[in-house]
Every structure is written in C-alpha cells, then in structure tokens.
C-alpha cells in the first residue's frame, strides 16, 4: 500500500484541545471533495500524546501525525493532483503551523497486524553517513523478517508497519526536514506497555550488531500518539 504520512505542529496560541478540534473539522472539509478524496482507502489521525517520559528521541512538541492510505500509487497521484487540493491545503494552512513539517509519500509494508490499538509510536529514522541505501534495505528488511513475529509476540506489539519513502520527482519535491529513509510505527494497548514495547525496540535497532543496519540514532525523531480512524473506504463495499 501507498501511505502519506506527515508530522505536523500547531500554530502559536492554538492548544492541543483546540488543535485536534480543529483537525477533525479539516477532515470533514477534505473529505467534502471528491476528487482528491474518492482514492483514499484510509484516513487516521494520530494526536500526540502530553507525556512522553520514558520515551527517548521524542519530539513532545509535535501536535500529530495523519496518516492517508491508498491501494496503489496510481490513487495516490490522483489526489495529489485534484484541483481541490490547494483550497485543502490552505485550510491546513490556517491550524499548521508547517514549522519542521514533515511530509512523505511512502510505500508501507504492514508486518504485523493482530488488531487496532490505541497507542501508536512513529519512529522516522535515517541510515547511518556514508551506507549505501540498497544495502541497509537489504539489511533492514532481513532483520524485519526475522523480528517481527516474535518481538511482536513478546512485547505487547498489535501492529507493526515499516514504511519507505518514494524517491521524489518534479511533482513531489522533498520537503525541508523530510529526508528519512524508513518510517516505522507500533501500536500498543497502553501507553505503559509502548513504553516498555519501545526500549526493547530501541535496544534492537541501536546495538549494531553485525546483521542490524547502521542507523543513525541522533537524527531518529520518535512521536508518541493516541490513534483515531476517521475514516475506512472497506466499510462501504467496493471503492470509488
């Protein structure tokens, strides 16, 4: 599946209350065109979470991260060139405050996945200097394969994705504070079993054993949030 995934903070002077509020009435409002919304298989929102202790690399100061889901990148393209989509981006305009924006348009492999849970955390991550891509995805996908069944099973995992950014084109730059390499995101039942899900988590990316992929954990930024679906296209039947 294809996914957009982007991390956003609000403005000055708008609060966490206020910010989801209005968050909701966006996607209401974005869902009201149908051109850049009858692609869209799924559609979440993640509201990051006040406290974020025992979580290291968090960035507390990020408001949320949304999450839309499409079958295929050709549905992908067609909401990203609807004609609508400027008056929805200007919409956002007005409760984002873009500020470390990050935007990416991902292919996403979901690993594992028991059930919803309501406590996801995203880690967006990059490779360590100097390793060459093909070769720490080669890595990074082996060491997935082996893991995830059993960390999933051992460690209160209810799902798991890991998401790669696509290569940008003329139509879809890299935006500024967007040049991840992998997206991974975990959901737990409560806050204290992702805490504890994360540290071995954090303990088996970061040890640098010989068959783990070099990552570079300064530049990992990680957001806790409670998950909510707005909105699921399986539930009406055939799509579009």
Known sequence: MIKIIYAEKAKEGISREQFVRRWRKHGAYAMGYDDFWSPVSRYLHNNAVVDTSGFPYSQPDYDGVGELVFANGEDC???????SLRDIALD???FFSRKDLISLVCETHQLHCQRFAEIKVFSFLHRAPGVDPDGFFLQWESMLAELSPQFCAQNGVRQLASSRPLKPTPTRPVMAGSDFDVVVDLSFDTLEEARRGYDQWLTVIASGGKNNPPIDMAGTVTIVTHSS????????????
């Open 77 to 83: 393209s067609r909401s990203l060139s609807a004609p």
């Open 229 to 240: 679906l707005q909105y699921d296209a399986s539930h009406f039947g055939t799509q579009g």
């Open 92 to 94: 956002a305009d007005q």
